[in-house]
């Protein structure tokens, strides 16, 4: 066993959460000075932490919209800024020089539409913000179209986790979208309640009811931090 192999992952997450105490933080330092291994973990910890908090804060809130739901695909350039710098970024910690992305010179990232980029280990995870009803619509609508485009005999898993506004979504006293909710769980899609938002919510007096089957065990960023080093595709809407 390799010496650093008693230091879990969640341990390193508490660790770069600053949920550790003084003293039991000096200790996971010391360590990993004299750890190359235990190091290299924090350190790429550290760094996925810090890709997501940043395409969180580089995609723009919406803007309130009126008239019919917002088509997924009015959503899609949006969502690929986030995408393209949580993937670049683990892209060169975890596969060095092996590029995800094209890019031009003199120009923005040039990305194929959804259907033509599909490969056998396509998933994704969709995450939600917004507690506007037509952003609420079109993450639901983009995981059909994910679940539809998958090719004959391929299975593409779709997780979508909510928090902030976008916990309405999953709150059985508020969603208007409950059907096709249970629509897409029949086909597999995971739900995934932002623990943190719930405790916050409660903590305010308001209690929190969510639709049937929907995961509430992880906050939003550990759940896309978890797929992103599985190498899910992750998408902001």
């Known amino acids: 066993m390799k010496k650093d192999e008693h230091i879990s992952e969640e ?32 350190c790429r910890q550290r760094k996925i932490k810090e890709l997501v908090k940043h395409a969180y804060e ?10 019919a739901p917002l088509a997924p695909a009015s959503l899609f350039g949006r969502s ?34 959804v259907a033509a980029t599909v490969t056998e280990t396509d998933n994704y995870i969709l995450h939600v913000v917004s507690g506007e009803p037509e952003h609420m619509y079109a993450a639901l609508q983009e995981a059909r179209e994910l679940l539809d485009s998958a090719g004959e005999g391929q299975f593409r898993q779709v997780e979508i986790v909510a928090n902030e506004n976008g916990l309405d979504l999953l709150r059985s006293d508020v969603t208007p979208y409950a059907d096709e909710i249970a629509s897409l769980q029949a086909r597999d899609v995971v739900f995934y309640a ?44």
């Open 11 to 42: 341990q390193l997450n508490a660790l770069v959460d600053g949920e550790l105490d003084p003293e039991e933080k000096s200790r996971m330092y010391s360590e990993s000075e004299l750890s190359p291994e235990l190091d290299q973990r924090l």
């Open 58 to 67: 580089e995609v723009p809130q919406p803007r309130r919209l009126t008239g």
């Open 80 to 113: 690929l800024v986030a995408g393209a710098l949580l993937v670049l970024g683990l892209a060169i910690g975890f596969f060095g020089e092996r590029y995800l992305f094209e890019t031009r010179s003199n120009g923005p990232l040039s990305i194929a539409p």
């Open 194 to 237: 932002c623990s943190r938002t719930i405790e916050r919510l409660e903590e305010k007096g308001v209690k929190v009811h969510l639709v049937p089957e929907t995961d509430q065990n992880y906050t939003a960023l550990d759940r896309v931090v978890t797929r992103m080093k599985d190498d899910w595709k992750y998408k902001k809407i």
